[in-house]
């Protein structure tokens, strides 16, 4: 149990200024605790307790101090199914959560705050409680006994898995102000003690904003129609802080080992710093991508296509992206083209066909991987497993060939005489 001897004794000025210019400590809109009183709005008091009892009687919720002196157990790893949080698996997760007794906070997922969505969840802990989540007990692990571990020497067994991306004492409201949304609300596991993302941006990167409204606002203010980088925390940065290539075995309760990811490297992902193809290098993207196409590497971040917290589609998929809402649920690797198409032609962008069908950049486009007039269609799509034909042509799933750090590799399964690979994501 870590113990906080003398916490409240703490000189004052150590605390002041990051803390109060906190959401937590804000004296306006901070913490307050319910059935505590004598307190100001945002006094640590609301989260730490040195005593069960406060003035003879207990506020809620019952119990504690925990360690940290928290008003309950910072982080319960066996208690619950993954994605069925409970209130009492996680000590945020007491205000954080909708309805909750002891201060309910209200909280979107990033498809609506930044991205134009509407419709979603309402708070952090039902964000979590979906189809795709970052499993709260796996980032534990990771924190404590995996390669985490020497990255955050500061993270305890009693630590809390949010805190490896949130420092309480210091994160603030991102979403509030719109017109400049750096007011950071993350804070890197290797540097804890500080916020990222006010200074650091994807303005360093060669990244184009993608809509909020397709041809019209961008993320992430939602109400400029002109390209800001500047705006955007450096979402790169940050999520590969984990995942990078020096962490090679990070524990997923759904995924098995996560795939390392090469991202800011030339010779790594397309869609981080690996170029793109042709000569000129050729694209058959759609808006904004079509236009501001002037050099030959877009470099995307990561809450492009990914939510933080959880989402109805696999894998943190938004279900948001660059303007428009996917037109399916993605329940498969095998069927990502309800992403893809958000920002690529499918044939119905590219020559009027069907939409989520795929014939056009793999075969007609100038620099289709697969042109045409190909040999017998059936040595590629000989695919037996399940039936989706789309295009009078069974569907080579996408997943064979679609994922971070991929090539087409998977080709020589059908065609032997394949010796070059390209990347393919
Ligand atoms: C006692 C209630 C309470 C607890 C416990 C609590 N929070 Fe908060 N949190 C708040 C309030 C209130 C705000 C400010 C809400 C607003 O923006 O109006 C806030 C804001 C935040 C923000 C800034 C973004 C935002 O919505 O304003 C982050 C990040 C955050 N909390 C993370 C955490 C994490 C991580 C934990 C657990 C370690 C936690 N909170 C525990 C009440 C709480
Ligand atoms: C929103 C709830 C919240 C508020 C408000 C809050 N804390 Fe904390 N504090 C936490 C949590 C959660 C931890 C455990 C950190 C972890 O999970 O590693 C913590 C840990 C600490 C620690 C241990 C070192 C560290 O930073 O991890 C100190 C010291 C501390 N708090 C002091 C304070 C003081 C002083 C205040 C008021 C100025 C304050 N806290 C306000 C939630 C809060
Ligand atoms: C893997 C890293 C990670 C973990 C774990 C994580 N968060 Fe976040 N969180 C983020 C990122 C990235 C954002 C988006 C930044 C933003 O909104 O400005 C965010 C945003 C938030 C926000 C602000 C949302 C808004 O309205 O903009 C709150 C509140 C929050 N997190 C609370 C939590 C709580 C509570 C937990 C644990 C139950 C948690 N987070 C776990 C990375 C994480
Ligand atoms: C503190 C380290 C850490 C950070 C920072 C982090 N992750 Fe993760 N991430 C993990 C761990 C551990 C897992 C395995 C648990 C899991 O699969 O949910 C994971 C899993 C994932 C998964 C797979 C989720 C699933 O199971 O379907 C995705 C997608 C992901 N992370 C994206 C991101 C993005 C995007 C960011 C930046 C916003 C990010 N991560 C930041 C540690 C981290
Ligand atoms: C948020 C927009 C966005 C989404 C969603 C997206 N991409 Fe991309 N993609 C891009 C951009 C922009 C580039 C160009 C990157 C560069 O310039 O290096 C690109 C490049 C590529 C390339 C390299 C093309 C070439 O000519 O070398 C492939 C392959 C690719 N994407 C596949 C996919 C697949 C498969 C999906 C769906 C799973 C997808 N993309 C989803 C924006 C996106
Ligand atoms: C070298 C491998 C290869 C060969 C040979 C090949 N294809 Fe394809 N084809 C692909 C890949 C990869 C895709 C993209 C995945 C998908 O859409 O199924 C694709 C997609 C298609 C699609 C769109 C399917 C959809 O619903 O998205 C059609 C239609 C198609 N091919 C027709 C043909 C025809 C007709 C032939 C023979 C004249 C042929 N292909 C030969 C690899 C091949
Ligand atoms: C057999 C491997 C294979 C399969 C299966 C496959 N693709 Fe591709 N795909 C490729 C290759 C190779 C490229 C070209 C990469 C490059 O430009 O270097 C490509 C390119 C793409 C691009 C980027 C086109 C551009 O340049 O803008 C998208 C989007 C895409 N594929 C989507 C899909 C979707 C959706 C599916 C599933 C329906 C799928 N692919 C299945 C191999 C495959
Ligand atoms: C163009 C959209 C796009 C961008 C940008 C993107 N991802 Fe992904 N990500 C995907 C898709 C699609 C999948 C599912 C296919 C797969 O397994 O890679 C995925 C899967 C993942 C997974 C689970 C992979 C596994 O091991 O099974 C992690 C972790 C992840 N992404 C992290 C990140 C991080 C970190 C970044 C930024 C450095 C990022 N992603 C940027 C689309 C994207």
Redesign the pocket.
Known sequence: MVALAGLFLLPAPLWAGDYLNSAHGSNSYGVKRSGMTGYARGNCAHCHEMHASIAGSEPLPPGGPSPYTLFATNFNSGTSLPGS?DVAD?F??YC?SVGASVQP?T??D?SE??GGASGGVQA??EA?NQTSY?D?AD?QTFMTTGDGAAMAPWYSADS???N???NPHL?K???EDFLT?LS???SKPRDHFALW?ESETMASDSYEPPYSTYGGNREPDGISPVADSAKT?D?VG??TD?HNVSNTSIPSTTLGTLREIDWLSIGGEKHGGGARDGTPPNLDARAPYATAIANGNFVLSC?DCHE??GSPNIMLLRRRVNGSALNATITSINAMGALCRQCHKDDAAAVGGSADQWRYVHHDSSDAPYPGPPVSCSRCHNITYGTPIQGGKPRIYCGLCHFHGSDDSWMNVVDSGLTTYRKTF
């Open positions: 949080y996680n945020c997760f954080h906070v909280n979107e990033y705050t930044f952090i802990r979590f970052h709260l980032i809390n898995p949010c490896a991306c949130h994160a409201r991102n979403y949304p950071s609300a993350i993302g925390p979402y940050f999520c984990c809450l933080p917290h």
